[in-house]
């Protein structure tokens, strides 16, 4: 397997600016995930390095080489499209086999490659049938299966699962797990679900309006993402954004305000956040944002901002249960509920129903604050 390195990369539609001064650098055998949302370039930026996009400008070097600007067949990828590309009329063992064949490669050579990927993929079974016989997930292991086969560099994955069902798709992902550590290849894999990112990435590419907005882990992303859209975006429910204003600043020390906000009895009616040490810090009066994530609402009475509402709506997970709330003049904003009603996520089964009461508090210790998009404030962590 080689390194990809993408530099400077734009991509241009016309008037209209698809990619902005890509630069990505990928090791050898790592896992990337392109992620964002639908309009973002990754499926744009996947294509061009499979060479079914031309570039206008900058380079993409697979193992020190450019390949920018030659054929895809010579640039040393295999790509498995969202929609399987499998030639109806060819059996499995010929689907698999057929790049190969075009290639001019000796039957020998091209029977013990589709053997070889066959029993990796564990479709041995089902090589002389045709696509039409095959359920959505064993066609998907054919399309991986005749990648496989070609043994590139790099393998693209467009997409490959948004067509599987739920349990499928779960499933495919564990597969798609174990095929990397099997091969130890180079893979970069477009999704629009975060969920397929955070749990497969080695590291995540999170893009928006074709430009980069943050790389790192999917822990770092979700523990530390740089910008609001990156926290909103990875997790599920997304993260809670509330508006607020700087009441006071000291040294590091910003007090908060939020309008509406019923803090209940006893409750600070400020939020003292600590700023990370190259934060610049808001002036009083300024606007900021205060980001609290569905797992991190605390029970009870103490510290910080207590939201009193009722039960919107629950979601029963088994195990786990989500539950909306209403807290009447105070609403989430940049929320996937156009209600703007508040997710709290709690790990174990409750019997809530629509209108209990409900108090949740936000604990300082477990909020983020954003000065606009930039974050200025993360979490405290024991491993901080």
């Known amino acids: 397997m080689a390194t990809l390195d993408i530099r400077n990369l734009d991509k241009h539609y016309g008037a209209f600016h698809a990619l902005r001064d890509i630069n990505v650098g990928i090791e050898s055998g790592e896992f990337l995930v392109l992620v964002g949302p639908s309009g973002c370039g990754k499926s744009t930026l996947l294509r061009a390095i499979a060479g079914l996009e031309s570039v206008s400008g900058g380079q993409i070097l697979i193992g020190g080489r450019d390949i920018s600007r030659i054929e895809p067949?010579?640039?040393?990828?295999?790509?498995?499209?969202?929609?399987?590309?499998?030639?109806?009329?060819?059996?499995?063992?010929?689907?698999?086999?057929?790049?190969?064949?075009?290639?001019?490669?000796?039957?020998?050579?091209?029977?013990?490659?589709?053997?070889?990927?066959?029993?990796?993929?564990?479709?041995?079974?089902?090589?002389?049938?045709?696509?039409?016989?095959?359920?959505?997930?064993?066609?998907?292991?054919?399309?991986?299966?005749?990648?496989?086969?070609?043994?590139?560099?790099?393998?693209?994955?467009?997409?490959?699962?948004?067509?599987?069902?739920?349990?499928?798709?779960?499933?495919?992902?564990?597969?798609?797990?174990?095929?990397?550590?099997?091969?130890?290849?180079?893979?970069?894999y477009v999704t629009h679900d975060q969920t397929e990112a955070m749990t497969m990435a080695s590291r995540i590419v999170v893009l928006r309006d074709g430009e980069v907005e943050q790389i790192g882990s999917p822990l770092e992303l979700y523990n530390r993402p740089a910008r609001r859209f990156v926290a909103g975006f990875l997790g599920s429910p997304r993260m809670n954004f509330i508006q607020a204003?700087?009441?006071?600043?000291?040294?590091?020390?910003?007090?908060?305000?939020?309008?509406?906000?019923?803090?209940?009895?006893?409750?600070?009616?400020?939020?003292d956040i600590t700023l990370a040490p190259d934060a610049?810090?808001?002036?009083?009066?300024?606007?900021?944002?205060?980001?609290?994530?569905?797992?991190?609402?605390?029970?009870?009475?103490?510290?910080?901002?207590?939201?009193?509402?009722?039960?919107?709506?629950?979601?029963?997970?088994?195990?786990?249960?989500?539950?909306?709330?209403?807290?009447?003049?105070?609403?989430?904003?940049?929320?996937e509920s156009l209600e703007g009603y508040f997710a709290v996520h709690r790990t174990r089964q409750m019997d809530a129903r629509h209108g209990d009461a409900v108090s949740v508090r936000i604990d300082p210790r477990h909020v983020y604050l954003f000065d606009d998009e930039r974050a200025i404030a993360w979490p405290e962590r024991a491993d901080d």
């Open 245 to 271: 204003r700087v009441r006071s600043s000291t040294g590091r020390i910003v007090s908060l305000d939020a309008p509406h906000l019923d803090t209940g009895a006893g409750n600070a009616p400020s939020l």
């Open 280 to 335: 610049a810090v808001p002036a009083p009066g300024a606007p900021v944002v205060v980001g609290i994530r569905p797992e991190a609402f605390a029970d009870g009475a103490g510290v910080g901002w207590q939201l009193n509402g009722t039960v919107a709506v629950v979601e029963s997970l088994g195990r786990d249960t989500l539950l909306y709330i209403d807290t009447g003049p105070l609403r989430a904003f940049d929320s």
């Open 73 to 188: 067949f010579d640039r040393g990828v295999a790509m498995v499209f969202q929609n399987y590309a499998l030639y109806p009329h060819m059996t499995v063992r010929q689907n698999m086999g057929f790049a190969l064949k075009v290639a001019r490669q000796p039957k020998a050579v091209i029977d013990a490659a589709v053997q070889r990927a066959a029993e990796i993929l564990r479709i041995e079974a089902q090589l002389d049938k045709k696509p039409k016989a095959l359920s959505g997930g064993q066609k998907q292991r054919v399309a991986i299966g005749r990648a496989i086969t070609r043994s590139p560099e790099v393998f693209l994955f467009d997409e490959p699962l948004s067509n599987l069902d739920a349990a499928l798709r779960s499933q495919m992902r564990i597969e798609l797990g174990r095929l990397h550590a099997q091969l130890g290849a180079t893979m970069v």
